[in-house]
């Protein structure tokens, strides 16, 4: 899976760019039956809704389940990753956002990169983010949200610290816009909720304005999100790093793999 030249200008004009159906049904299935594994596995990487039971996101699936080892490494989206970073790659993060039916709770508006330069030491907005959509993405069930262009605002700075929050996961609350910025940014910025089935693919910068809200619906919206960065911009921490659930610390360049996903 190559990007055209539309795809790629889309990416960098708008931030974000959708594929649509790149895994099939029976792929996402399978994908999904790992998660359900995984999400039995106890540890730090399993973050809870305020309830303290449901599962809000788990982290590092990759680094335990070999499904997922495989997945960081697909042709269908490190490819597309390593075509718009042009650099060798790493994970520096891999993330599914559960947003259970009935309740899953929102996500403030936010850039990515400004946290991962506070916490991580990253030095540039080098990384590439590709979600994978598990469950259909619609309007109903809490999509994500983009300002379109807003990654070409560069990092938009505001006083918030990653200090208070330890070695945990940071919860975008911590720097999330203001009303008036947000109201302020829309003029020029055009929202945008891309949607698609289950297997769609989204590729978007860790410097574009996002956010999404609650999923009042019946219907869950599970988004596998990675983090790609490139292999020669891999930080080094200053002072003790974030675990490595939330910060891969193997930089060794991923290989393509070209398999598919239909088996369990
Ligand atoms: N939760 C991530 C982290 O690094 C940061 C957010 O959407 C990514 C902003 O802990
Ligand atoms: C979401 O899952 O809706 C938020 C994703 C993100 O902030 O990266
Ligand atoms: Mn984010």
Not at 222 to 228: C, E, F, K, P
Not at 229 to 248: D, I, M, T, Y
Request: hydrophobic share 35%; net charge negative; aromatic share 8%.
């Amino acid at each position: 899976m190559t990007l055209t030249e539309e795809q790629l200008a889309s990416y960098h004009n708008d931030g974000f760019v959708l594929l649509e159906n790149a895994f099939s049904g029976d792929e996402v299935e399978n994908l999904c039956l790992a998660l359900a594994e995984d999400e039995r596995v106890p540890g730090p990487w399993l973050i809870t809704e305020n309830d303290g039971v449901t599962s809000r996101s788990i982290y590092a699936s990759h680094t335990r389940h070999p499904v997922f080892e495989r997945l960081v490494r697909t042709e269908r989206l490190l490819g597309p990753a390593r075509q718009i970073a042009d650099a060798d790659l790493y994970v520096h993060q891999m993330k599914v956002n559960f947003k259970r039916a009935f309740g899953g709770g929102e996500w403030a508006w936010h850039q990515d990169y400004i946290v991962w330069r506070d916490a991580d030491n990253m030095r540039n907005a080098s990384q590439v983010n590709v979600a994978l959509f598990l469950d259909d993405g619609t309007e109903f069930n809490g999509p994500v949200i983009f300002l379109r262009g807003s990654h070409r605002l560069g990092t938009l700075d505001r006083g918030a610290s990653t200090r208070d929050h330890g070695a945990g996961h940071i919860d975008p609350d911590a720097y999330s816009l203001t009303p008036v910025e947000l109201a302020d940014l829309v003029e020029r910025h055009e929202m945008v909720s891309p949607k698609g089935a289950r297997g769609s693919v989204l590729l978007f910068s860790p410097q574009i304005v996002h956010g999404s809200g609650t999923n009042v619906s019946p219907f869950a919206r599970r988004l596998l999100i990675l983090t790609y960065n490139p292999v020669s911009a891999a930080p080094s921490p200053v002072g003790a790093p974030r675990p490595e659930h939330l910060v891969g610390r193997d930089h060794t360049p991923l290989r393509i793999d070209r398999g598919r996903f239909d088996c369990p």
